[in-house]
């Protein structure tokens, strides 16, 4: 079965610093990975897939298949970033996404 | 153009009483899912409809819930009887294709005391 595993609840760092979130996951097949964001009173959105490869607000993602990881960073963190930010796979071909716990980020002034 | 509307936005019941839930997806958006976190655990999938049929309702967690999309437009999801430990935020999202972005609702708030 497929599962994402985000072990950090909250993780606080200081505007200009740099950020790493951490998302593990375990699957049989071809993943296919995504980070969430959701800022306060706001929908949950998509911040950034790996097929795209793209950096999105300055996040950037890795697919590292060999330790099973997609790592959110970000060099310098921005106020405004702070939100919840989720990990999630998609398995199969009907986009039955799992979500992992998600981690708050809190950039302090 | 309109986003994904979920009502109501918070809703507080009763154990034992019913609520509905509905979605309205974007229009055009033929895949609509409908997913669950509850307090402290992740997000979870529940179903999955194309059109007004179910593709994949394996994460619905048991048989008081039950979702319907007649007409393949806007999703209701039941909750009869409701139970506390049914207390969450429900979300719903649509996409056009099977693999293009899903967009997400604001959630529904189920609040059963």
């Known amino acids: 079965a497929q599962r994402v595993t985000q072990p950090e609840k909250l993780l606080s760092v200081f505007k200009g610093a740099p950020v790493e979130l951490k998302c593990n996951y375990s699957?049989?097949?071809?993943?296919?990975l995504f980070w969430y964001v959701q800022y306060s009173r706001q929908r949950l959105q998509l911040l950034l897939r790996?097929?795209s490869r793209e950096s999105i607000k300055g996040f950037t993602a890795d697919l590292n298949k060999g330790e099973t990881s997609f790592h959110l960073k970000k060099p310098f963190a921005q106020e405004e970033d702070s939100a919840m930010y989720y990990c999630?796979?998609?398995?199969?071909?009907?986009?039955?996404?799992?979500f992992g716990t998600g981690t708050k980020l809190q950039v302090i002034p | 153009e309109a986003g994904v509307t979920q009502f109501p936005s918070h809703s507080v019941i009763e154990k034992g009483q019913t609520v509905t839930l509905r979605c309205d997806p974007i229009?055009?958006?033929?895949?609509l899912y409908w997913y669950r976190r509850v307090m402290g655990k992740e997000i979870k999938f529940l179903l999955h409809?194309?059109?007004?049929?179910?593709?994949?309702e394996s994460g619905m967690p048991n048989n008081r819930f039950l979702a319907e999309r007649t007409g393949g437009t806007y999703s209701t999801l039941k909750v009869q009887p409701a139970e506390l430990e049914d207390s969450g935020v429900y979300f719903c999202?649509?996409?056009?294709?099977?693999?293009?972005?899903?967009?997400f609702g604001q959630g529904t708030r189920l609040t059963v005391v």
């Open positions: 999202a649509s996409s056009q294709d099977l693999n293009t972005e899903a967009f």
């Open positions: 699957y049989s097949g071809s993943p296919e």
């Open positions: 790996h097929i």
């Open positions: 409809f194309v059109k007004e049929s179910k593709q994949d």
């Open positions: 229009s055009g958006h033929d895949n």
């Open positions: 999630a796979l998609l398995s199969g071909g009907y986009q039955k996404v799992t």
